[in-house]
């Protein structure tokens, strides 16, 4: 064997790994790059922010999917303009390595943390642990048993149910067969579904089948069961599903049963990719309830910036929704999140949270 | 397999420098990590930091170590993520739905991953299905088996059941304690991952079981010839595997504190990869359990460390992948040993 026509080998996979390390030596900040021109402050920013960039760690249950991307780089820009260097851990939906992230992130005591969606049991004990370590807490869509000395932030799921729920009943009516596609266990979805199980009530709706999960994969891993639920009740009038990775499943479904002219498909968020399937021709999903998702990532760090300063006045944030209908879309032709913002201004927040050091970058 | 690690004398400079790098590179890749991360983070250096590493990985780690059993005796298991899920789901059912403590629930739990490695053995040994099948079919049987169980819902305290009624139990802190709890500062999930590893080394360098299960995996048929019940040993093997699956999953649920059906999921490919790198660690080129261990604490760092420096996540499956295709190298290319592997059996000669 001639070994030493090896070493060169060697040689090359010693330097990947050199190189892999030097590229993250070089690499300091994880705040996504932009070319926008950041919003200018119209005052100086105050402690703890006009010093060295203030340490955020940022851990989320997931990162994937239309909104929680659109969400981080709201968040990394917002963080950017205030001199906050975010670290961003992604546990891609595994609630474990969600708690190891947390955990890891407490342990390297940062000035602060942001907790991006979770499981109350996994993340409830170490939220404590960090605020008896006395560092600042903002959660985000998070249900939590105790909430003392952390700064909750929500999307405000109430309105955006009851906003299209209230355009499911003027559509299709009191008592009409309707599904439901959703997954128990987020703190968003669980709050979404209060709302739907009273609505269910009192427009006595006769809910034929209700199905669903979220996986890493949501939008795909629902069209078979949307699928099959449908293949079963052709009849139904109407299909609820609460998160738009779920809504676009279901739209596909519909479509491939050929029942996009008889069902009506209700959806909650929105992203570039949604209204293009909202407006697409013949598209079942009529209507949805938006907030800007990329907004609301930049009012949540928001929060934790008038924290810090000591500028914030409440530990409840809720973020208002709107509800888009398709018709509002296809009449306006709009066709991104950008020119909805254009033509429904108060999605971007911007008189959410905010200082004259502080405007909304998103 | 017992033939000397040092070179021959009649070696050259650069076999005995090639040797020299498949002995000690791995673990100088570990080091020379390990080095820059405590240089260039403060944080990292931190004695929360180093127990929150080994706390993190201590799950990966003992699954990884059940696919070494596997390994060791010529095959590979790919059923622990989905074990290590059941298991979670389980607990929680015993726990939250059966309204038992904790030590019951482990109880069940353990047996449970038993049973899991004597299917796999059953299937493996008895009924001749070649191991990569095998273990795959039984994990998605696994899987579903869980989710029936369970009504396909993660299972957590004062959920509602189908009657309308709330469960009546939770997760007890003795079983929380498994991952929560720690005895001075040493984290509880790390004294488990340290006794298991030590264990296994005992068991597989020191005893003549862990010789005949060696021998088992470099050749079933010299192994009957001289004597081993090679059926037996492997099914103690792939019942092992099952087990530490199944501890890995008491670990995972009581982090989670949710029956999380989602749980495990990820657990399968780190196992396999960890194994994997602990074929090569210390250029022994056959599965050995502080390889694995090493391997697993070298993936732990590789996260932590590129976390800290704002790496994002998904450049760390890069760098993951880098590793183990370096160590692969090193098993498998640059080792005088030569390693054989035979549809999915890894032995060295």
């Known amino acids: 064997m001639a070994i030493s026509r090896r070493i060169p080998l060697l040689v090359l996979a010693a330097t990947t790994v050199l190189a892999l390390s030097a590229c993250a030596q070089s690499n300091g900040t994880t705040s996504e790059a932009s070319t926008d021109a950041p919003a200018t402050a119209s005052a100086a920013l105050p402690a703890p922010f006009d010093g060295d960039p203030v340490k955020v760690a940022l851990v989320r249950q997931s990162g994937a999917g239309d909104y929680f991307e659109a969400w981080g780089s709201g968040a990394a820009k917002q963080a950017k303009s205030a001199n906050i260097d975010l670290t961003v851990t992604d546990a891609r939906n595994d609630n474990a390595k969600q708690a190891s992230d947390l955990e890891q992130a407490i342990a390297s005591k940062p000035d602060a943390i942001i907790v991006d969606h979770g499981n109350t049991d996994t993340l409830q004990p170490l939220i404590t642990k960090a605020v008896e370590e006395k560092i600042p807490v903002v959660v985000y869509d998070l249900a939590l048993t105790d909430a003392t000395g952390v700064v909750t932030t929500s999307q405000s799921d109430e309105s955006m149910a ?189 008189d959410q949270v905010t200082a004259d050091w502080l405007p909304a970058n998103s | 397999m017992t033939s000397a690690t040092l070179p021959p004398k009649t070696a050259s400079f650069a076999e005995r420098g090639a040797a020299f790098v498949v002995r000690w590179g791995f673990i100088g890749v570990t080091v020379a990590l390990i080095a820059f991360f405590v240089i260039t983070e403060p944080n990292f250096r931190t004695v929360d930091n180093v127990f929150g590493m080994l706390k993190f990985i201590a799950p990966t780690a003992i699954a990884g170590l059940g696919v070494m059993l596997a390994i060791t005796v010529g095959g590979i298991d790919l059923s622990v993520g989905a074990s290590a899920g059941f298991a979670v789901s389980i607990a929680a059912w015993t726990m939250v739905i059966g309204n038992q403590v904790g030590a019951v629930a482990i109880g069940v739990v353990l047996l449970g991953g038993l049973l899991i490695g004597g299917l796999n053995a059953f ?15 039984t994990s998605f049987v696994i899987v579903g088996l869980k989710l029936l169980i369970v009504d396909g819902k993660s299972i957590s305290s004062q959920m509602s059941l189908a009657d309308g009624s709330t469960a ?72 092992g595997c099952g087990l530490l699956a199944s501890i890995a999953g008491l670990l995972l649920g009581a982090r989670i504190g949710q029956g999380d059906v989602s749980a495990g999921n990820s657990l399968l490919l780190d196992a396999v990869a960890v194994a994997l790198v602990g074929v090569s660690v210390l250029g022994i080129g056959r599965p050995n359990a502080w390889g694995t261990a090493l391997g697993a604490i070298l993936i732990a760092v590789m996260v932590t460390g590129f976390t800290m420096v704002g790496l994002p996540y998904y450049a760390q499956d890069f760098g993951k992948g880098i590793v183990l295709l370096i160590a692969l ?21």
């Open chain 1, 162 to 350: 009851s906003g299209v729920l209230d355009q499911l009943i003027d559509d299709v009516g009191d008592g009409a067969k309707v599904g439901y596609v959703s997954a128990t266990g987020y703190a968003a979805l669980d709050r979404r579904a209060v709302v739907w199980n009273k609505y269910v009530a009192d427009h006595k709706l006769d809910v034929v089948f209700s199905t669903g999960k979220v996986s890493e994969s949501t939008a795909t891993d629902n069209i078979p069961l949307v699928d099959a639920a449908l293949k079963q009740n052709p009849d139904v009038k109407a299909i609820f599903a609460p998160y738009d990775e779920i809504t676009k499943g279901v739209v596909q479904a519909v479509n491939q049963n050929n029942l996009g002219s008889k069902v009506k498909v209700y959806g909650i968020d929105i992203s570039n990719a949604d209204i293009e399937v909202i407006t697409a021709d013949g598209s079942p999903w009529v209507a949805t309830s938006a907030t800007d998702p990329s907004a609301v990532g930049a009012a949540v760090v928001r929060s934790l910036a008038l924290k810090l300063a000591g500028q914030l006045d409440e530990d409840d944030v809720q973020f208002p929704a709107k509800t888009i209908t398709q018709s509002f879309l296809t009449d306006n032709s709009i066709d991104n999140v950008t020119s909805l913002r254009e033509k429904e201004p108060s999605l971007d927040l911007s």
């Open chain 2, 123 to 137: 299937l493996i040994v008895v009924a001749r299905i070649p191991d990569l099948l095998a273990t795959l079919a």
């Open chain 2, 168 to 239: 009546p139990g939770k997760f007890t802190a003795d079983y929380l304690w498994l991952d929560r709890g720690s005895l001075g500062p040493v984290p509880v999930p790390v004294i488990i991952f340290v006794v298991i590893t030590a264990l296994l080394w005992f068991i597989l360098e020191r005893t003549r079981w862990g010789r005949a299960l060696y021998a088992v995996g470099a050749n079933a048929e010299a192994a009957r010839l001289a004597g081993i019940r090679v059926q037996l040993y492997r099914t103690i093997a792939y019942m």
């Open chain 2, 329 to 349: 190298l090193f098993s498998f290319t640059f080792s005088r040993r030569r390693t054989v592997v035979t549809a999915g059996s890894t032995t060295s000669s």
